[in-house]
């Protein structure tokens, strides 16, 4: 072979090698992102989901891609989501509200699929146990549901006088009966009665908030779902507006005006659930993931609130609060 044939050759055997990289690369994995409320009020738990995966090696954009599904309050819709979702062949599907849960694990057995819930996982039939999982799904739980009754103490504390407590719940979320029943007990006990106002529209918000006060309820309790989460601030002017002192689960809700928030954070639960997410990316089972526990508790309390609400705060509560608002 001459020299220059022989180069000529080399030349063309260096073009071809990139090429021949190029057809073996892995196509990006997708990430398939299902929740039940709307994006809007939900940067701060995006950014802890998106944090969560770069410590697990993956940066949106460069080397995973996410696909969004909202259902804007509308959880009738989920199940198609879903689908769409599962017809896509996501390599895992985040599922991060309680109703997404529920109808993501309906909607795929072999798509790894990570939660992120308020309620006992167990109870609500996504995992057989915390510590063994088992099946396609795995995730994060926090104190949510659990803390419903201590919100309502928490509403007795700021309110004393108030005999009668209302309790806000959304009639559409699956711990919608649950919660009921628990916050009944928990008004027994404390020598109070419970009544209930449901809305699972912003219309329907408005309706409640307007109508509060003809229930007898001196104060109101907020309960636990998705679609009060994205409407965190629209919830605390509602209440502003006609003069409803409440208790809600997340910090959003007292920086906007509202009285007080007590629960766990949304946002650590989202940065475990990003975390896990990266780490099935990178070949782990759910089945071998045990369920998390968001444990982190935020007291809050808005002492400008309480003053327009006519609320008398405890010293002893002020000393208990993680963050005073004046």
Request: zero cysteines; glycine letters at 8%.
């Amino acid at each position: 072979m001459r020299r220059r044939e022989f180069i000529t050759l080399l030349g063309g055997t260096v073009v071809a090698w990139p090429m021949a990289a190029h057809a073996q690369q892995v196509p990006m994995p997708v990430i398939g992102f299902l929740n039940s409320a709307s994006p809007e009020g939900y940067a701060p738990e995006l950014s802890a989901f998106r944090q969560g995966l770069m410590e697990s090696g993956y940066v949106e954009g460069q080397n995973v891609a996410i696909e969004f599904r909202w259902a804007n309050g509308q959880y009738d819709r989920l199940a198609a989501l879903a689908d769409d979702l599962v017809r896509r062949r996501v390599s895992v599907i985040a599922a991060t509200s309680t109703p997404a849960n529920l109808v993501a694990k309906a909607a795929t057995s072999t798509i790894p699929i990570v939660f992120t819930t308020g309620n006992d996982p167990v109870k609500l039939g996504l995992v057989a146990s915390l510590s063994r999982p088992g099946g396609n799904v795995t995730g994060v739980t926090q104190l949510t549901g659990e803390l419903m009754a201590k919100r309502l103490e928490l509403a007795h504390e700021l309110v004393p006088t108030a005999t009668v407590i209302g309790l806000l719940i959304n009639p559409a979320s699956p711990a919608a009966e649950d919660a009921i029943r628990d916050l009944r007990a928990a008004a027994v006990n404390f020598g109070l009665q419970l009544t209930v106002l449901y809305a699972s529209t912003e219309a329907e918000l408005d309706i409640a908030f307007m109508t509060f006060h003809k229930t007898g309820a001196g104060v109101l309790v907020i309960g636990n779902d998705t679609f009060y989460v994205s409407e965190a601030k629209q919830l605390a002017a509602m209440a502003i507006r006609n003069s409803v002192p409440a208790i809600y689960e997340y910090h959003q809700f007292v920086e906007a005006g509202g009285l007080a928030s007590y629960g766990g954070s949304i946002t650590d639960s989202y940065h475990l659930a990003g975390v896990y997410t990266g780490r099935i990316l990178k070949g782990e089972k759910p089945a071998d993931l045990p369920v998390q526990r968001a444990t982190k508790v935020e007291l809050i309390i808005n002492l400008k609130a309480a003053k327009t609400f006519g609320v008398t705060v405890p010293n002893t509560l002020i000393g208990r609060a993680d963050e005073v608002i004046e």
